[in-house]
């Protein structure tokens, strides 16, 4: 086994996905390119309607190698990319800065936003799950699948924002407890914030206390 990841590491090199060059394979970006794309972004939740998130902060920049990875991953079916991205949210995202910003409490809940059924079974994985789920287990998070989706959606990639709340709506319910838990909300991607509000807005029906959303990337729109 380690014979064959040598051949690979020597006829296949990791690249990464912004210049191309070489990077180390569990990494999706150079150094250089790492520092160009990432952008940590706190935002009000007011500004984009989402009333039920108590925070918003977006990791990197939706745009050039990101967008790359992402596409990548989601559409065509790059599942080995995904410890690499994984990697890359650990690189630049840690509770201690976060908690700098929000008023963070012991034994928060980590919760993914669920992907369509559909989706999810045309894939074989659940994209927020495989990125984020490692980044728990260093900060020793509470990992919690609270939520499912039990209604279809299509994609929200080219719908207005009220055709992406409309998308979304009523369409999660929560299967764990959730009474008086802190939570951080996770995705890979926030634009609109509809998505994340219409789960934010699910858990709080449900008694949860405040909820922080985290992106991968955002390519935030108001």
Avoid at 10 to 29: D, I, S, T, Y
Avoid at 202 to 222: N, R, Y
Wanted: aromatic share 10%; hydrophobic share 40%.
């Amino acid at each position: 086994m380690k014979f064959l990841c040598l051949l690979e590491d020597v006829f296949f090199p990791a690249k990464c996905l912004n210049c191309h060059g070489k990077v180390q394979k569990q990494e999706l970006f150079c150094a250089s390119c790492r520092r160009q794309l990432q952008d940590i972004r706190f935002l009000y939740p007011t500004g984009y309607g989402c009333r039920h998130l108590d925070g918003i902060c977006l990791l990197y920049s939706y745009e050039r190698g990101v967008k790359t990875a992402l596409h990548k991953i989601k559409f065509e079916k790059k599942r080995q990319l995904l410890p690499r991205a994984a990697e890359e949210i650990k690189k630049v995202c840690y509770c201690a800065d976060l908690g700098a910003n929000w008023e963070l409490s012991e034994n928060m809940l980590l919760i993914p936003v669920p992907t369509d059924t559909a989706r999810f079974k045309a894939r074989g994985y659940d994209v927020p799950t495989d990125i984020f789920k490692p980044w728990g287990e260093r900060e020793e998070l509470i990992w919690c699948e609270a939520l499912e989706r039990v209604l279809q959606t299509v994609p929200q990639y080219g719908l207005n924002k009220n055709r992406r709340r409309k998308n979304v709506k009523n369409c999660f319910v929560v299967r764990e407890n959730v009474f008086g838990k802190d939570i951080f909300l996770v995705d890979d991607i926030f634009t609109s914030g509809a998505t994340m509000e219409e789960a934010a807005k699910t858990l709080k029906k449900a008694g949860a206390a405040k909820i922080w959303a985290l992106a991968f990337a955002g390519g935030a729109q108001v």
